[in-house]
């Protein structure tokens, strides 16, 4: 008994574009909406890896002390990035010329 699988065709009414826009992976299509998220993640990275990298020349400083100001760094990083995301969307949403087409 033999089992064939079905033929995977595409749907002859779907364009390119659609089928390119199925394919785009969910983070890249989340970073062209908003562009300051990816921004804050790298953001974030560097802080860490800055304050990691300082770590080796921390001094006299306490080790529980060093964490909480690489936190800090970082979550300042990251609320001033979703700040700058919100007042870009609004921008866009309120102030900035609109499209005849819109």
Not at 37 to 55: E, Q
Not at 69 to 91: D, E, N, P, W
Request: net charge positive.
């Amino acid at each position: 008994m033999c089992h064939k699988k079905p033929a995977v065709t595409m749907a002859s009414n779907k364009t390119l574009s659609s089928y390119d826009d199925e394919n785009e992976s969910n983070f890249m299509r989340k970073a062209k909406d908003s562009p300051f998220v990816p921004i804050g993640m790298a953001g974030c990275a560097a802080v860490v890896a800055f304050g990691l990298w300082r770590l080796k020349s921390r001094g006299d400083t306490k080790m529980s002390v060093h964490p909480i100001h690489m936190r800090v760094g970082a979550q300042g990083f990251i609320v001033g990035a979703m700040t700058l995301g919100v007042i870009y969307s609004m921008y866009k949403q309120y102030l900035a010329p609109k499209e005849d087409g819109k």
